[in-house]
Each structure stands twice: as C-alpha cells, then as structure tokens.
C-alpha cells in the first residue's frame, strides 16, 4: 500500500503570510495530484504533476514534485482567506489514495 | 455539462437498516470511484468500478457493503444492516479513462447519519 503523509496537519495563518505544506511517500509515484476540499464539499482537482523535478505554478500556487517522485509541496504566495480549506494530496494507479490533508486557515 | 451527480445530498437511516447512495458520472465518463471520509479525516478508497465491471474492491468491507454500476443507470453504494460507525460522508469521483493522472472529478457527497 503506498501511503502518503501529509504535514503540518494544520496551519493557521494571517492574510499576506506565505506557506508551504507537504506530501511525503516512501513509494515512487507515476504522478501526484493536488486537491482542496471545502466544508460541505466534494474535493475539487488543482493539479497533476507527472515528471520528477516538475514545477507547476496556478496563479499564487506553485506546486513541486521531487526529484524521485516520492514527494511533493505546495507553496502559497500571500495566502487570502479564500484559500482556507482542506489541501489533499494523491498518487496512485488505478486508484488514488489520499493523505490525510492539511487544513489551512487564512484569517482576515 | 453537469458534474457528477451525487444523492441524496443527506441519508438519516436506524441501525439495522439499508443505505443506498448513488452517483452518476460526469457525461462521458465510464470510470467510478467511490470513497468515504470521516470527520477531520482524509478520503479513504473504498472501490473502483467500470461500466457492469468491479475493478478494484480491496477498500470495502467485505461484509454489509456492495456497489455496482450497471450498464443504465447511476453507479449505487448499498449498505445493508447498517451501524452508527457507517456514519460518514461517502463521495464518488469519476474519470474518462482509467489512471490517477487523469485526475478525478468529484460530487458533493452524501453524508449518512445512523441514528
């Protein structure tokens, strides 16, 4: 079973700040996908990253696979209080399993 | 183009009795994937299906719990007998074709209760 472990569990923050939260893994993955779940909410796809070393970047979000593809991050330049929510993160073949998620607060 | 379709949106059932959920995909998709989440928790895989296919079932309890995705009609997660610790929110995800790179599309959930 490859797992996925997510850090910090939580993060709470001021509007402006920065922050990065993490996907570790033992296990090599093919790719890796980025999700946030909001309250009440089904997760919504933010990004797949396929090629070690790749970066991505959405709008204030950039988003790193390691080199070995066992690991990744997730970089919020001056976070807002829209982004508060629950970041997933995900990697399988045929099915996906998540971490357990960060949950990000961004207070006003 | 509606996203995947997931009712009831809440299921209040007794112990003992059944739970049916349901999911119809995304228009064109024909990969289902089903997972449940409890609180302050991430998603846990529960199975993947095809049209009329089971694929992969090693997340689902081997007893109480059953889906299917025939050939017309919605995919359905049944829970028979069910107990208070099948109180979560179960969510579907669909995709076009098979493979976690091609990301899945998700519904909002249903979330049971067992009272």
């Known amino acids: 079973t490859q797992l996925l472990e997510q850090s910090p569990q939580f993060l709470s923050i001021q509007e402006g700040e920065n922050l990065t939260v993490y996907c570790n893994s033992s296990?090599?993955?093919?790719?890796l996908q980025w999700y946030r779940q909001e309250p009440g909410e089904g997760p919504v796809l933010l990004v797949t990253v396929v090629t070690g070393g790749e970066v991505k970047k959405l709008k204030r979000l950039t988003f790193q696979f390691g080199d070995a593809r066992k690991d990744s991050s997730l970089h919020i330049t001056a976070a807002q209080p829209g982004d508060t929510g629950l970041y997933l993160c995900a990697g399988g073949v045929n099915d996906m399993r998540f971490g357990a998620g960060t949950r990000l607060t961004v207070k006003p | 183009n509606a996203g995947v379709m997931q009712n009831p949106r809440h299921l209040v059932r007794r112990r003992g009795q059944e739970a049916r959920l349901r999911c119809s995909p995304m228009k064109g998709h024909s990969h289902v994937y089903w997972y449940r989440q409890l609180p302050e928790e991430g998603l846990k895989f529960m199975v993947y299906?095809?049209?009329?296919?089971?694929?992969?079932e090693s997340g689902m309890p081997k007893e109480r719990f059953s889906a299917e995705f025939p050939k017309e009609g919605p995919s359905i997660l049944r829970i028979q007998q069910v107990v208070r610790g099948d109180s979560a929110a179960y969510f579907c995800a669909s995709s076009p074709l098979p493979g976690a790179e091609n990301g899945y599309t998700f519904g909002s959930g249903t979330r049971l209760t067992v009272v």
């Open positions: 299906l095809q049209k009329e296919n089971i694929i992969d």
């Open positions: 296990s090599v993955f093919s790719s």
